[in-house]
Each structure stands twice: as structure tokens, then as C-alpha cells.
């Protein structure tokens, strides 16, 4: 059983292009979290979603930021027109349908901006 | 506003010893806390956890102890061993909802 694929493992982007990250979840997880970690500090949560919904938001900028988990495929967390301060490792995790909070994590993208 | 705080920023101990790593949280919402363990490039990975209701869960080597009017918990590692050399992350949920809030990190380094 595979755990929680996230790819690609670095991503270096120029200013004001645009970064998509993926995530698979774990066979049989249904919710998927992403979180980014900027060097020196904890993992701060971004946005919470079941398949074709977005549950919980509260976390991601307001703009240049989507997330989404299709019916079919990875999650996609996608970063538009990104800048410098994007730099950071983003990490996705993965539970089953019943409340669990012992969420699997991949091992996370490391993007930079340069 | 840090609403999860971890205060010491790195650990060292001796191999055998116990290792002791603290957390404070100020958001009385809070009803779940977790450990998670993380080293170098890789993602966290979960440890243990504890509910409000409970004062201290214990799973082999590591015990999770939570004091609810102190908003404080602390990870004891009883004995620490030089794998045990990692980063370890309190985390805290208000399980109204799924998101996690993360301390900083404690970073742990056991010396054989």
C-alpha cells in the first residue's frame, strides 16, 4: 500500500510563472490536506479537501492560490504568477473517511522561486 | 499570533536518558493534540496523540502528557536512542474542524 505521493520533489520556477503540485492520496483516503512549511517554521495548513469539494479554505491566500481534487487524478495545488516568498516546502497529507487526525504525510515539494 | 508554541528550539541528550519536549497552546478550542516526527527531507510522521479528556497516553516508548489548565503537553522518549534525532512537532485540533495548528518544532539530538 503505497502511502501519500507527492510530486515532483523540487520545483524551481522563475518569477511569475506558475507551479502545480500534485498529490495522491493513500488508497482508500478520500481527504486530502495541504500544508506549506517555510524554512525555520512549522507547517502551517492551507486548505482541506474531499473529492470534488473544497471543505475548508481558511488557510490559503487570497489570491493567486486554487486547490482541487478531482473525481478522477491527484490533487492539484496550483500557485500562479508566483514570487519569491512562494519558496517553501509543501506537504500533503491524507485520512480515510472517518474522523482520524493522525494524517499520513508525502514527503512534500520543495519549491523555489528564483 | 502563534496559538500552538513550542519554546525550545533544539534538544540534546544522551542515549539511555529520558528527553522531554514541551508544548503550550493558547486556543481553548483545542480538544486533540498530536506529535509528529520529521526528519530531513521528508514529511512529518505521525507519533502519538492525546484527547482533552484524557491526562497522559503511553505507547512504548513515548508517552504524551496533557495538562488542560496549563494549556501545556510535553513528549517524554523513555530511553531516548540516537534514531530518535529528528524534529518533533506539537500539532493541536479543534476537531469542529480537520485543520491542524503546528508549533515550530523542537529539534531533538540524542549523542550515543
Known amino acids: 500500500n503505497a502511502g501519500v505521493m507527492q510530486n515532483p520533489r523540487h520545483l524551481v520556477r522563475r518569477r511569475g510563472q506558475e507551479a502545480r503540485l500534485r498529490c495522491s492520496p493513500m488508497?482508500?483516503?478520500?481527504?486530502v490536506y495541504w500544508y506549506r512549511q517555510l524554512p525555520e517554521e512549522g507547517l502551517k495548513f492551507m486548505v482541506y479537501?474531499?473529492?470534488?469539494?473544497?471543505?475548508?479554505e481558511s488557510g490559503m491566500p487570497k489570491e493567486r492560490f486554487s486547490a482541487e481534487f478531482p473525481k478522477e487524478g491527484p490533487s492539484i495545488l496550483r500557485i500562479q504568477q508566483v514570487v519569491r516568498g512562494d519558496s517553501a516546502a509543501y506537504f500533503c497529507?491524507?485520512?480515510?473517511?472517518?474522523?482520524?487526525?493522525?494524517?499520513?504525510f508525502g514527503s512534500g515539494t520543495r519549491l523555489t522561486v528564483v | 499570533d502563534q496559538q500552538v508554541k513550542q519554546n525550545s528550539p533544539s534538544l540534546s541528550v544522551q542515549e539511555g536518558r529520558i528527553s522531554i519536549l514541551n508544548c503550550d497552546y493558547t486556543?481553548?478550542?483545542?480538544?486533540?493534540f498530536l506529535w509528529y516526527k520529521k526528519y530531513p527531507a521528508e514529511g512529518p510522521t505521525f507519533l502519538i496523540s492525546?484527547?482533552?479528556?484524557?491526562d497522559k497516553n503511553e505507547d512504548g516508548r513515548f508517552t504524551v502528557f496533557l495538562n488542560k489548565s496549563a494549556k501545556h503537553l510535553s513528549l517524554h522518549i523513555v530511553p531516548s536512542q540516537p534514531g530518535d534525532s529528528a524534529v518533533y512537532f506539537c500539532?493541536?485540533?479543534?476537531?469542529?474542524?480537520?485543520?491542524?495548528?503546528f508549533g515550530s518544532g523542537t529539534r531533538l539530538q540524542v549523542q550515543p
Open positions: 497529507a491524507s485520512s480515510p473517511p472517518e474522523v482520524h487526525y493522525g494524517y499520513t
Open positions: 488508497k482508500g483516503h478520500s481527504h
Open positions: 479537501l474531499q473529492k470534488e469539494n473544497i471543505i475548508d
Open positions: 486556543n481553548s478550542m483545542f480538544d486533540y
Open positions: 492525546i484527547s482533552s479528556i484524557k
Open positions: 500539532a493541536a485540533v479543534d476537531t469542529g474542524r480537520r485543520a491542524l495548528t
